[in-house]
Every structure is written in C-alpha cells, then in structure tokens.
C-alpha cells in the first residue's frame, strides 16, 4: 500500500496521465501525417516505431439470431449486460437481482487535481504543428 501511496503522492501518476494524452495526441498526428503522404507503412528506425495500416475486417451480424443461439444454450445471461437506465420501470422490476452477491469493484479515477489541463494539451498540440 505504501508503495500506491508513493506513486499517487510522488506526481508520477499525474506524469502517466499526461503521457497517456500526448501519446493519444501523436499518435493522430502520426496516422494525419501518414494519411498525407499516403504511405501505408514508415518506420522510423532512430525511435524503433513503425506506423502501418492495417485491414480490419468488420462483419455484418444477425444480432436477433446472435442472441436467440446464445439463449438456447443458457449463454446469454453470461455474455450480456445491461445498463439500468436503459430499460423501462418493470423490466428493472423483473430483473431485480433476488439475493445475488454483488462483487464491487474498484475502478481509479483522475481527481481534478491530477487532470491533464486543456490548455498543456493544446500546448503541445501547438508544439507539433
């Protein structure tokens, strides 16, 4: 626990944060820039990184189907979720866990004060133009 502490309190989760932004940032300048030249594939061997287009396949699915084989073999209950708002007064009510444990889970979040700042970001957005 000491050593969490130590990360939080030490300013290296609030460098993580802002290098997971400009990691984001140049990563859209790099495919930007690629789109240009229209290159599919550059390396640059001085920083051992290479930007390469991939085919992604995206199929089209029967969803009703999907669902009806999944509830056949009593998966759909496993493979689904559900977002509460989501469904009207008396599905929640029909859903309505009876006696489950719940298992919580610890989710960490940015507070405001280790935010990136918007104006650090359009910074170094600037700085890459």
């Known amino acids: 626990m000491s050593s969490l502490m130590f990360f939080l309190t030490s300013g290296k989760y609030k460098r993580l944060l802002t290098l997971e932004k400009h990691l984001e940032i140049l990563k859209i300048r790099i495919r930007q820039y690629q789109e240009m030249v229209g290159e599919p594939r550059i390396e640059w061997f001085e920083h051992s990184v290479v930007g390469k287009f991939i085919n992604f396949s995206k199929y089209e699915h029967n969803e009703f189907g999907l669902k009806e084989f999944l509830d056949e073999r009593g998966l759909l209950p496993v493979t689904t979720s559900l977002r ?3 469904l009207t ?3 929640q009510l ?7 444990p719940q298992r919580l889970v610890l989710k960490f979040v940015p ?7 918007k104006e ?3 910074e170094l ?4 133009s």
């Open 125 to 128: 957005e600037r700085g890459l």
């Open 111 to 117: 507070n405001l004060y280790y935010r990136v700042a």
């Open 89 to 91: 007064s008396e599905e």
């Open 94 to 100: 029909i859903l309505e866990p009876r006696n489950a």
């Open 84 to 86: 509460r708002n989501d």
């Open 120 to 122: 650090d970001l359009e």
